[in-house]
């Protein structure tokens, strides 16, 4: 039961360094695209 517990207490930082990286691949998608529809091209 302890490590039950102990895996409980972890999950929420978990879950929101997982929240936090997906929200980062968002971001960068949404910025790659943009890129792509206006005339801002990276090499």
């Known amino acids: 039961m ?3 517990s102990y895996a409980t207490a972890q999950e929420p930082e978990l ?3 997982a929240f936090q ?3 980062l691949l968002e971001i ?3 910025l790659e695209e943009e890129c792509r529809t206006t005339t ?3 090499p």
């Open 2 to 4: 302890r490590s039950k």
């Open 15 to 17: 879950v929101f360094r």
């Open 21 to 23: 990286f997906t929200k």
């Open 28 to 30: 960068n998608l949404q």
């Open 40 to 42: 801002c091209h990276h």
